[in-house]
């Protein structure tokens, strides 16, 4: 089955930059609207923004203006632009399918790790 592969987190201080990529081991030309989860501790997986094979996009409110997503057309994988990260934007990032009966396998996630 196809896997997302998640990369890019790291250690950040306060109000600095990363960008994630996602890498699939397979096809994933058919999945209209990709996108970039987050799972803090004790909380439930969020879709925090997602875009589609056309280029549209959608942002969570808690991220818009500070989150920009874009894609690889040529393998329909998205990236994920964080500039001015918060504390509270540490946490594990998933990248999948943001339509839930497309979801594939759940790869292992990429840390963000936001500290001074």
């Known amino acids: 089955q196809v896997q997302p592969v998640e990369s890019g987190g790291g250690l950040v201080q306060p109000g600095g930059s990363l960008r994630l990529s996602c890498a699939a081991s397979g096809s994933i030309f058919s999945i209209y609207r990709m996108g970039w989860y987050r799972q803090a501790p004790g909380k439930q997986r969020e879709l925090v923004v997602s875009i589609t094979s056309g280029s549209g996009t959608n942002y969570a409110d808690s991220v818009k203006g500070q989150f920009t997503i874009s894609k690889n057309n040529a393998k329909n994988t998205p990236f994920l632009q964080m500039n001015g990260l918060k504390p509270e934007d540490a946490t594990v990032y998933y990248c999948?399918?943001?339509?839930?009966?497309?979801?594939?396998?759940w790869g292992q996630g990429t840390q963000v790790t936001v500290s001074s």
């Open positions: 999948n399918a943001a339509i839930v009966t497309m979801l594939m396998n």
